[in-house]
């Protein structure tokens, strides 16, 4: 059932032009940036998007424009831990050949403000699909039982949400997704 909701994601996303996408980040970076979530956390960890996933080069950027710390994911075994990002850091690439920092201390996942996570879908309960590897899921199951940050913020574009997704007992929801349209928020009582 996942991978048959990821393949149907990959064919909404392929017929994206370029032009809808960029304008889809630009538009979601606007969204972002305004919103009291991003305006009183300092520490905000993201990731080097992929082809087919919404661009994060402009998320980033905003990140440093605001002088917060951005951090990025690197795996360590099969978790992930976020070490800061700085223009000069040196980046190689992990496994899956996505850009990571190397041989800096992580930071805290308590100490984090809020995570952007990438999604291969999501519904309005805060259900995330992610692409399969489980990283996020077992990096962050602490949330299951604490709602302390960081919090979780799925980035995606609106064609990425579904009616309804069936989680597994390990999925952990998101907080609220932010697409070109705004935020989507789920039942977690964050007050916007």
């Known amino acids: ?28 970076v606007e969204n972002l940036v305004t919103h009291p979530f991003f305006l009183q956390s300092q520490h905000i960890a993201c990731y080097f998007s992929t082809a087919s996933e919404c661009d994060t080069t402009l998320i980033i950027q905003a990140i440093w424009q605001a002088q917060k710390s951005c951090y990025l994911p690197a795996l360590n075994k099969q978790k ?4 800061e990002y700085h223009p000069d850091s040196v980046l190689l690439p992990n496994q899956y050949g996505i850009p990571e920092p190397r041989d800096v201390p992580s930071k805290s996942l308590h100490q984090l ?65 932010i697409t070109e349209c705004g935020w989507r928020m789920n039942f977690q009582n964050h007050l916007l």
């Open 1 to 28: 059932m996942k991978s048959a909701i990821r393949e149907a994601m990959r064919a909404r996303l392929s017929i994206l032009s370029e032009s809808e996408r960029l304008a889809a980040a630009t538009t979601i």
């Open 80 to 83: 992930l831990h976020f070490v």
């Open 113 to 177: 403000d809020l995570v952007i996570m990438p999604l291969a879908a999501f519904d309005r309960a805060g259900r995330r699909l992610g692409q399969g590897g489980g990283y996020y899921d077992r990096t962050f199951a602490f949330r299951q039982s604490d709602s302390n940050p960081p919090y979780l913020l799925g980035l995606a574009f609106s064609v990425q949400e579904v009616d309804a997704l069936i989680s597994d007992p390990w999925d952990v929801n998101l907080d609220g997704v």
